[in-house]
C-alpha cells in the first residue's frame, strides 16, 4: 500500500526513476527474498497484493480503500493462487501481473502530467531497455536482444506458436502451387484457405516478409503481432495462442 512520503515524479526522468525502483522491488521479493514474500502469501488471509515501493522495497498488503485508488493498483488476490499451482509457476504469474502494474503505474503519471507523444516515446525506450521481471524472475534476461531477433528469424512453431518468419517458405509454395492430389476437388476451397492466410485478422493487410506473424490455434488465421501485442519474445512463452476473438468466445458464458 503506497505511503504518503514518496515523491510524485513530473518528468520522464523522475518517472523512470520511480518505476527502476519499483522494479527492484518487486524482483527482491520474486527472488532473494522469495521465502519471505511466499510465507506472507498465506491463502487463509483476505486479497493481498504486492506492492513494489520507489525505494526499491516491497510489501504485501491488503489493496487500498480509496475510491478510485490514487495509483493503478496491482493484481488482487495473489494469496489464493499460491498453492493451487506451482511454485515456479505461480511466481511467474505474479512477474507477469507486477510488469503489466509497473507499466499502467508509469503512463499513469504520464497521463496525469500531460506527457506527449514524445515523452511517452522516450519513457517506453527507457523501460525498454530493462528486462522485465517476468525475464529475470524466469532467467530469459540473459538472452541478448541479437540472439532473440536472430531465433526469432530462424526458428520454426514451437509448443504450438507458429511464426509467419519460419513458415514463409511453405506458405508461399501453397499458395503458388496446390498439391495435385487436391487440385480436383478441392482446389476453390485451398484458395479460401490461402486467402485468409494472406492477410491479418485484425487489419487486412498483406503479408510482409518483415514483418512478425502468429497464428491462432483455433481458428487458424494469421495476425501482425503488432495488432493483437504479441511480441517474438513473448510468442516462445506461449504453448497454444488464441487470437482475442477466439479468446472472447471461450470467456462468455
Known amino acids: 500500500m503506497e505511503g504518503i512520503t514518496h515523491t510524485i515524479p513530473r518528468t520522464v526522468e523522475e518517472v523512470f526513476s520511480d518505476f527502476r525502483g519499483r522494479r527492484a522491488g518487486l524482483i527482491k521479493a520474486l527472488t532473494n527474498d522469495m521465502v519471505k514474500f511466499?510465507?506472507?502469501?498465506?491463502?487463509?488471509?483476505?486479497?493481498?497484493?504486492?506492492?513494489g515501493l520507489p525505494n526499491e522495497t516491497w510489501e504485501v498488503n491488503l489493496p487500498v480503500e480509496e475510491v478510485p485508488p490514487e495509483l493503478p493498483e496491482p493484481a488482487l488476490g495473489i494469496n489464493f493462487a499460491r498453492d493451487g499451482m506451482q511454485e515456479k509457476d505461480w511466481v511467474s504469474l505474479v512477474a507477469v501481473h507486477s510488469d503489466s502494474w509497473l507499466l499502467s503505474v508509469a503512463f499513469y503519471f504520464g497521463a496525469r502530467f500531460g506527457f506527449g507523444k514524445n515523452e511517452r516515446k522516450r519513457l517506453f525506450q527507457?523501460?525498454?531497455?530493462l528486462p522485465t521481471i517476468f525475464e529475470v524472475v524466469t532467467g530469459n534476461a540473459k538472452q541478448s536482444k541479437d540472439q532473440s531477433a536472430n531465433?526469432?528469424?530462424s526458428k520454426s512453431k514451437s509448443s504450438g506458436v507458429k511464426s509467419?518468419?519460419?513458415e514463409s517458405l511453405t506458405k508461399v509454395s501453397k499458395m503458388s502451387s496446390p498439391p495435385p492430389k487436391e487440385e480436383d476437388d478441392s482446389e476453390d476451397e485451398d484458395e479460401e484457405d490461402d486467402e485468409q492466410g494472406a492477410v491479418c485478422g485484425a487489419c487486412g493487410d498483406s503479408y510482409g516478409t518483415d514483418e512478425f506473424w502468429i497464428?491462432?490455434?483455433?481458428c487458424?488465421?494469421?495476425f501482425h503481432g503488432k495488432c493483437v501485442k504479441i511480441t517474438p519474445a513473448k510468442a516462445e512463452h506461449i504453448k497454444h495462442y488464441k487470437c482475442p476473438s477466439c479468446s472472447n468466445k471461450?470467456?462468455?458464458?
Open 220 to 222: 487458424e488465421k494469421w
Open 151 to 153: 531465433n526469432n528469424n
Open 164 to 166: 509467419r518468419q519460419s
Open 126 to 129: 527507457m523501460i525498454n531497455e
Open 250 to 253: 471461450r470467456a462468455r458464458p
Open 38 to 51: 511466499y510465507q506472507t502469501c498465506d491463502p487463509e488471509k483476505e486479497n493481498l497484493c504486492l506492492y
Open 215 to 218: 497464428c491462432c490455434d483455433a
